[in-house]
């Protein structure tokens, strides 16, 4: 489906795809300014409010629009149950490789066992406009993993900042639709040159590094390693590094009641191994009581787990636990430190 | 959208029967409220989700025959919020349902070998349709031990079933309790389950031994069993943990990269032991 | 009328800003109406002239003087489910404060001649009767006593989750005072439910929910002190809402 | 028969202790009145020393959750004047903003659930729903919506967090304000219509000279800032409040009580504020006063009531003004500061409140003092009541008299909370 030749979308015209992207969807989202310096990814109401080109966002866009924090699976009322699953088209402008790569493995999670209905009824309507990194902060690591600073597949309209124009590339049917309504003019070899200047440009800024050769072997012989003690006197159970991450999936169901007793919602909600709750069993049990246990599962769930269930490691590297967590455990300092390197 | 099925529908069942087996454990038969859903077959060592819709959801092991197309059983202890809304429930009411869910017991391959039933507390609930198993078709296995223990003979489930279950041709049920209060008779075995290991009779290379119960009395009894060689690949469990959604998308029910409700609840020790969480 | 759940509304000491996130649910007021009568609710009618055995209690206010401790063991003799709400009732929350200074040395501050008071440490509801559930927060979210109210009324017990606040915050997409703001936020060692409120609007959390469960105060406080705030400080911090919750002081 | 008092859940307010009344009478007269009145802050003065200036104004919220913002607004204003931070025009209109819901929150609920419940002869409001649905429905939609106001500029009803010292945290969306703008203008019929329901309440009389206090600026009604004057002709600055108000013991209550230096007990709240800025009011609450045939100087403390109906409809009016007017930049308050000791007086709902701080060197509180409307209002309180009781004693009716004297207690409102049934009347008649 992808194909090699580029647009172009001057910058000046970019506000013409956010509008026409309004039009095409029944929501857009994109990078907004929330605070002096920090980004993250909202509703858009007017072109303008999208800032492109700045770092990883606070929250995961892909995974909070395609699977939001609190779900509702279903209403009833008495015995009588009532589905409604969402498919509005939303179109999201903006996400970074990495993202998109995450979306993906969420989608290998979702589809485990059966496919759940309400997260493919989100994810079959969503229009993605991912844009290629040109910047990367300290704790950016996904040419570890190869899922950045360059996307290869995975949207529908894929830009890159070339100066004062973006080189627009198409990922699928949905996305060649757009470009022609906008109309672009094809881009030239020296357009396409410049994008790969660019992205080297950013792969040479990536410091940090995950050594995954072997990284599974080294982690299945971690279990009793020393250092899981000492990052449970350190971490802090808030929780944070698996709600900024991309790729976390797990949720918890209960049950909302109305006042008349008899009609509420069932709803899903985020959750995650590092909180005490996430482990009880009947009769105050629990087996990851320890929070040592806890950063444990979270770790090796990310860099063991996961390639034995869905046949790749759990991890994009966009660094957000990393960045996020107050107690600064750093996941890749940890698989270092383990691998003895 | 191309149809989906939605896992996460239960589908509605009603009480037929409520017993009481202890102070705190009930069993429930049920019955589909529609009646071609009642065909519904399991395996011995399924379990399912149970709902009261506003009160939540929760995991229960399928206890009865799983031959029996007409109803089916759970037995279940109060505990919490879901339980005990159950609990309080009677027949004619309609709860939810969904599964059956698990791999089940390795009965198929257990045809020609001893068999080694080991149950502490509540774990004999998922033994019991290996129970009823053995009854219809007993010329498949060997010799069959039922080791059962619980805290004190009030503690014991299916009491009025032990005398049919003896009754089985070679069949040996040999019970356990850890404290017998004042006033109460008991003329069985006193001290925990692994007590009762002298009287298993299945030879360790030619059996399989299936388990269910606390997991630290799973944890001390597994231990003894490797050390007497019954080798890891035939000693089962049956593990309990949390559960949402019953189809491998929740998470919590993660052991390693196991799914207990997809690659379990039934475990043999080789694929697990030893498990790198255990629940304390 | 007679077949509606009886409900009361008590207050200790409190500043009664529970009873009116309560008084500011009009949408809602007059469906509970519909299920419950109203026996005793101070801030809302005039007919709880002596105690009624009520089918729900619930109380707010921490319990600050031996006249509160006999009438918090009247409410419970006469009361079949007795519910804690809010930070004071829970946890002693801030009239829990005045704990750590002695009782003369507060009333010669605060009453320059001396009148007799029977005032006694502050404390929550269970440090004096069995409490069947806990409402958290100062004050309390509306939308929990709702999913109370109704889980009540049905005969199930309510459940209230407990991960960290930061959880909420970090959905919501706030940048982290902590992290980022360097600001001294105990949302990471404090029991969510009220969707982060504090921090989303640029106000650390003050921990005014209680401890999430199995918080690390200890880790929080080495972050903190290598943040450039003192033992001091953070001791003030841990106690203001929480100046009896052993989790937060042994730090 | 029980005796109905040991099995009375004593109304135990933000005080330590029991409020009741009780009252001496000898040979038809009355010989005292102690009114035994909840003291507002629980010792909060002590414990707010050593906490950080910063922390203040959040602390202190927790005196009262029926009007946190007022002292919200008032410890800002009393840090800030310690330390030396002065804040912007935006600042100052947005906490005007949130001060006045407020006061729109607190009057609605005193007017519907307290004085429309008794003057309409009902226990509750809700009670009150069955025969006036209306008028029910009407209330809680115009407190919802105070309330609406005070979340969106606060950041939650009781207990805001975004104000803070040198400016707000965070900021209300246009569109929100544009929202809150529309559901104002809708409300307004809600309002006069409030007025001339209260207008029609059969008041009782309480005539007796008294001295009316409340905050004046020259050119607005004043609730934020402003001088102390006086309906005798006071005129006090604000940080010469301590010469002028006293504060005095008595053995019977663990309450403070107030009264001018010199002078007696005087009378805070909404009719002291429209009797002495009735100028200051807008065209509109002048015009609905005017036909309710509130005239200034109202004497009748029962009255009061009626004050609050027009305050709403007042307030209304100048959040419309300020949501129409307001462009809102966005910026987090930056601060230098300096030790030092500051006072704030500010308008609640029920009337003058008085913050004073001393910060120190490292940044924390040295020095905290507070006196709320209530502990103004006290002894003012006390003397009406010793007015009264004569009166009504004719009626030789100890209900009847409990009653009035509910009623009048309610008029000032010493806190919504306390106000109901929290008399405990003893007529010890000496024959
Ligand atoms: C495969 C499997 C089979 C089971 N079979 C049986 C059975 O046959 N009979 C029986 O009585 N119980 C069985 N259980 C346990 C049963 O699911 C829990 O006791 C029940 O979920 C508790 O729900 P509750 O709402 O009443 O308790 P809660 O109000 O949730 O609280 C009780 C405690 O249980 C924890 N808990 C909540 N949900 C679960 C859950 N789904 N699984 C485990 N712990 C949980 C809570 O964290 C809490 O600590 C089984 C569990 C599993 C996983
Ligand atoms: S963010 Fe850091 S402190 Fe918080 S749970 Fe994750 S690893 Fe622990
Ligand atoms: S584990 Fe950390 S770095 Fe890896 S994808 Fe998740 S948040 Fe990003
Ligand atoms: S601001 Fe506070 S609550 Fe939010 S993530 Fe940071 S530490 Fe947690």
Redesign the interface.
């Known amino acids: 489906m992808s194909n090699a030749e580029g647009f172009i979308l001057e910058k000046e015209s970019f506000p013409n795809l956010i509008s026409l992207l309004m039009k095409e969807a029944d929501e857009v989202y994109g990078p907004k300014e ?2 002096a310096g ?1 980004y ?3 509703k858009i109401n007017k072109p303008e409010e999208v800032r492109l080109g700045e770092v990883t ?3 995961p866009p892909l995974k ?1 629009v395609v699977r939001p ?1 609190f779900e509702v ?2 209403k ?1 009322k ?2 009588e ?1 009532e ?1 409604d ?1 969402d ?1 509005k088209i939303r179109a999201i402008v903006g996400v970074h490789p990495c993202d998109v790569n995450g979306l993906k493995l969420l989608d290998k ?2 589809s ?7 997260y ?2 989100r994810r ?1 309507n969503l229009i993605i406009v991912a844009e290629n990194c040109t910047r990367a902060d300290d704790n950016c690591f996904c040419t570890s993993f190869d899922t950045g600073p360059e996307l290869r597949e995975g949207y529908d309209l894929l830009m890159t900042d070339i100066g004062n124009r973006y080189l627009v590339e198409v990922g699928s049917v949905n996305g060649e639709k757009l470009v022609t309504k906008l109309n672009l003019p094809h881009a030239k070899d020296e357009d396409l040159k410049e994008k790969n200047t660019r992205i080297n440009l950013v792969k040479g800024t990536i410091r940090k590094k995950l050594n995954t050769v072997n990284l599974k072997r080294t982690m299945e012989g971690s ?1 009793y390693h020393p250092i899981w003690k000492e990052l449970g ?8 590094c698996s ?2 991450c991309p790729t976390c ?14 009609s ?1 919602v ?1 709803y ?1 909600t ?4 590092m ?9 105050g ?5 320890a ?1 040592s ?1 806890r950063i ?2 979270f770790i ?2 990310k860099l ?6 869905f046949g790749t490691f759990g991890c994009v590297g966009c660094g957000r636990c990393i ?5 600064n455990i750093d996941i890749v300092e940890v698989a270092r430190r383990i691998g003895g390197s | 959208m191309e149809a989906i099925k939605n896992q996460y529908i239960p589908k509605k069942i009603k009480i037929i029967e409520v017993k009481e087996e202890t102070k705190d454990v009930k069993t429930f038969k049920f019955q589909f409220l529609s009646q071609e859903e009642n065909r519904f077959n399991f395996k011995p060592g399924n379990f399912n989700l149970l709902s009261k819709l506003g009160a939540g959801e929760a995991a229960f092991s399928l206890t009865s025959d799983s031959e029996e197309g007409n109803y089916f059983e759970n037995t279940i202890r109060k505990v919490g919020r879901v339980t005990s809304t159950i609990f309080n429930m009677k027949v004619g009411d309609i709860l939810g349902f969904r599964g059956p869910f698990g791999n089940g017991w390795p009965l198929s391959k257990a045809v020609g070998m001893d068999l080694v039933l080991i149950a502490g507390g509540l774990g004999l609930a998922p033994l019991r349709p290996v129970i009823y198993h053995i009854s219809k078709h007993r010329s498949f296995y060997g010799s069959v031990d039922i080791l059962y223990g619980a805290r004190t003979p009030m503690d014991m489930i299916y009491t009025n079933e032990f005398k049919l279950w003896q009754e089985i041709p070679d069949v040996k049920l040999e019970l356990t309790v850890d404290v017998v209060p004042n006033g109460v008779s008991w003329k069985h075995n006193v001290g925990v389950v692994t007590t009762l290991f002298k009287n298993i009779r299945a030879k360790p290379d030619s059996s399989v031994v299936m388990m269910c119960g606390p997991e630290i009395m799973m944890k001390f009894a597994s231990e003894l069993l490797l050390r007497m060689e019954f080798p890891k690949e035939n000693v089962y469990v049956s593990l309990e943990r949390r559960m949402r959604c019953g189809v491998t998308k929740c998470g919590h029910c993660q052991i390693g990269p196991k799914f207990v409700c997809r690659d379990g609840p039934v475990f043999s020790l080789a694929e697990i032991w030893p498990l790198p969480d255990v629940i304390e | 009328m007679d077949n509606k759940v009886k409900v009361g509304i008590f207050k200790l000491t409190s500043c009664a800003g529970c009873q009116m996130v309560i008084v500011h649910l009009e949408d809602s007021l007059l469906e509970i109406n519909k299920y419950v009568s109203f026996e005793y609710f101070k801030m809302a009618t005039s007919k709880n002239e002596e105690m009624q055995p009520v089918d729900i209690a619930l109380v707010e206010g921490a319990v600050t003087t031996s006249e509160e401790v006999e009438e918090l063991k009247e409410i419970r003799k006469n009361s079949k489910v007795l519910v804690a709400i809010g930070s004071c009732a829970t946890t002693g929350g801030i009239p829990a404060m005045k704990n750590d200074t002695s009782q003369v040395e507060l009333e010669k501050y605060v009453y320059k001649n001396l009148i007799p008071l029977t005032s006694v440490k502050a404390y929550g509801l269970n440090e004096y009767v069995p409490v069947d559930a806990y409402l958290y927060g100062c004050p309390i979210e509306g939308d929990e006593f709702l999913q109370l109210m109704a889980n009540l009324l049905a005969g199930i017990s309510p459940r209230f989750p407990a991960p960290s606040v930061c959880k909420e915050c970090k959905i919501r997409g706030n940048y982290c005072l902590l992290v980022q703001g360097k600001k001294a936020c105990l949302g990471p060692i404090t029991r969510a439910g009220c969707n982060a409120l504090c921090p989303s609007n640029g106000y650390p959390c003050t921990g005014c929910r209680g401890p999430s469960l199995d918080s690390n105060p200890r880790s929080l406080r080495e972050i903190l002190l290598d943040k450039g705030y003192s033992q001091e400080e953070i001791k003030k911090l841990f106690k203001l809402f929480n100046s009896q919750v052993s989790e937060f002081v042994e730090v | 028969m029980n005796n109905k008092r040991e099995i009375n859940i004593r109304y135990i307010s933000r005080v330590e202790g029991q409020d009741s009344v009780l009252i001496n009478v000898r040979d038809n007269t009355v010989e005292s009145v102690l009114l035994n009145i909840f003291e507002p802050p629980r010792f909060f003065e002590r414990f707010l020393i050593g906490r950080r200036f910063d922390e203040v104004h959040y602390v202190t919220s927790r005196i009262c959750g029926i009007c946190p913002i007022a002292h919200v607004v008032a410890a800002l204003r009393a840090v800030e004047n310690a330390i030396g931070v002065e804040v912007d025009e935006q600042t100052k209109t947005l906490r005007k903003l949130l001060a006045m819901s407020g006061i729109i929150q607190s009057h609605v609920l005193h007017v519907f659930f307290l004085a429309a419940p008794d003057y309409l002869g009902y226990p509750d409001a809700i009670a009150m729903a069955n025969d006036y649905p209306e008028v029910v429905k009407k209330a809680f939609k115009l407190k919802k919506l105070a309330n609406e106001i005070s979340a969106t500029i606060g950041g939650r009803a009781v207990h805001p967090v975004s104000a803070s010292i040198g400016g707000f945290l965070s900021f209300p969306t246009e569109e929100k304000l544009m929202k809150l703008k529309n559901e104002l203008i809708e409300a307004r019929k809600d309002a006069e219509e409030t007025v001339k329901l209260v207008a029609r309440f059969s008041f009782s009389e309480l005539i007796r000279k008294q001295e009316f206090v409340a905050l004046s600026k020259p050119n607005e009604y004043a609730i934020y800032d402003g001088n102390l004057v006086s309906s005798e002709g006071l005129k006090v600055q604000e940080k010469d409040y301590r010469q002028y108000v006293e504060e005095h013991y008595f053995s019977h209550s663990n309450a403070k009580f107030s009264n001018l230096r010199n002078r007696s007990s005087f009378m805070v709240g909404p009719l002291a504020r429209v009797n002495l800025n009735y100028n200051l009011l807008n065209d509109e609450a002048k015009r609905v006063a005017e036909e309710a045939g509130f005239r200034v100087p109202e004497n009748n403390v029962f009255k009061a009531t009626l004050a609050r109906t027009i305050e709403v409809v007042h307030f209304i009016e100048e959040s419309i003004k300020i949501i129409s007017e307001i462009k809102i930049k966005e910026v987090k308050p930056t601060y230098s500061w300096k030790p030092g000791s500051g006072i704030a007086l500010t308008e609640a709902p029920r009337g003058l409140l008085y913050h004073s701080y001393k910060i120190g060197k490292s940044g924390s509180v040295e020095e905290a003092d507070i006196v709320t409307p209530t502990a103004h209002n006290a002894y003012n309180i006390e003397n009406d009541i010793k007015t009264i009781v004569p009166k009504t004693l004719i009626l030789k009716n100890e209900g009847e008299t409990k009653k009035v004297c509910e009623m009048l207690v309610r008029a000032y409102d010493p806190c919504i909370s306390c106000s109901v049934h929290f008399l405990n009347l003893n007529v010890e008649k000496d024959s």
């Open positions: 929330v605070n920090v993250d990814f909202r966002t606070v929250t909070k924090p699976l279903f009833f008495g015995e149950i589905v699953y498919s999670a979702y485990n066992a059966g496919k759940d209905p309400y493919f009824s079959s279990l006197e350190k971490c802090l159970s808030c929780g944070i709600v900024v999936f797990c949720f918890e169901m209960d049950d909302k009641l109305n006042l008349d007793q008899k509420g069932r899903r985020w959750d995650s191994c909180f005490f709750e996430y482990s009880e069993v009947a009769l049990g629990n087996f990851r009581r929070r246990a444990r599962q090796n769930h063991n787990y996961w390639v034995d269930q960045r996020q967590c107050p107690a």
